[in-house]
């Protein structure tokens, strides 16, 4: 039991990231982004191929997924720069659905739906799996945690005020003097990164890959996890991420509370019970859990007479 909560809370770190990063792009800048399992995935394949195929260490592996995510999201960025609501959406899942068809058929390089097996963790055959297990919990909850402070000095530097102003109003931004075709494009490639990383520590955590794993579906949850936590807070981003990844888990407990049910009839209970417990969680607090703050603005001035 005590080894199945710490994978728990590991895979909830994992969400955080996830989490994070989509705080990043849509919470504080509003660009939307459905391509989240893609970039996802991206970090994923391009950490585990360069330890595997390409024998290097775990933190070169890392280094290399956040930034080759990073790439991607402004390639991203670039493509879409012209396109406003629902076609930069279809894009960005276009995108996901493109890595995912590039890692089922290029065998050569991601050895196609049999997936990349054996990618190496952080001291895994030393400490054993319960010492591995542990010790990853550890780090991901770290990473977590720098990368908190990290976007949480964005959110509150001028940067991050003038990302707001994108997302409350481009034009105004833009009249204002501001680029904000740049910004838009340095706020998705650090967003994307975070993706990346997330996808690099899963990885190494699990030791193995497939186009399988990184199903659209988790686009969703990490988009119900920002939106319960609150959209545009950093904190309320990793509140929501360890709500959905408690609700995901609890409600695998179904099958002792109903018996007699067949295990699709299961998995369909446990859809339903997931869909209306976030349901509740929306309506009794519509701005998520913990919203984002309005800026305060000083109106008192001293004055000098």
């Known amino acids: 039991m005590e080894s199945y909560l710490i994978s728990i809370v590991t895979f909830a770190g994992i969400y955080a990231l996830l989490t994070l990063g989509l705080n990043v792009i849509w919470g504080m800048t509003g660009l939307i982004n459905l391509g989240l399992a893609g970039f996802f995935a991206f970090g994923a394949y391009a950490s585990a191929l360069v330890t595997t195929t390409g024998d290097m260490p775990i933190l070169v592996g890392v280094l290399v997924a956040i930034l080759a995510t990073a790439a991607a999201g402004v390639l991203m960025t670039l493509v879409t720069m012209r ?15 493109l890595i995912r ?3 089922s058929n290029e065998i050569w390089l991601t050895n196609g739906t049999d997936g990349i ?3 190496p963790g952080p001291w895994r055959g030393e400490l054993g799996p319960a010492g591995f297990n542990m010790l990853f919990c550890v780090l991901t909850l770290l990473t977590v945690a720098l990368v908190y402070v990290f976007v949480q000095r964005l959110r509150h530097s001028p940067y991050g005020r ?3 102003a994108i997302r409350d109003d ?3 931004t833009a009249v204002a003097g501001k680029s904000t075709r740049v910004v838009k494009i340095q706020a998705f490639a650090i ?4 993706l990346g990383l997330a996808g690099a520590f899963y990885g190494h955590y699990t030791s193995y890959i497939a186009p399988d794993i990184f199903r659209p579906l988790i686009t969703i949850y990490i988009f119900l996890a920002l939106t319960a936590g609150g959209t545009g807070n950093n904190l309320g981003a990793v509140v929501g991420a360890f709500l959905v990844m408690a609700v995901l888990e609890g409600t695998r407990f179904l099958e002792d509370l109903v018996p007699g049910l067949a295990g699709v009839q299961y998995a369909a209970l446990r859809e339903i019970a997931i869909g209306v417990i976030l349901i509740v969680v929306m309506h009794v607090r519509p701005t998520g859990l913990i919203p984002e703050r309005p800026p305060v603005i000083d ?3 001293k004055s000098t007479g």
């Open 162 to 164: 003038m990302l707001r």
């Open 117 to 119: 097996s054996g990618i």
């Open 83 to 97: 396109l406003r609501g629902d076609y930069l959406a279809i894009v960005t899942l276009g995108f996901s659905e």
């Open 101 to 103: 068809l590039v890692a």
């Open 299 to 301: 109106i008192h001035r």
């Open 170 to 172: 481009e034009l105004a």
């Open 191 to 194: 967003g994307a990164g975070v």
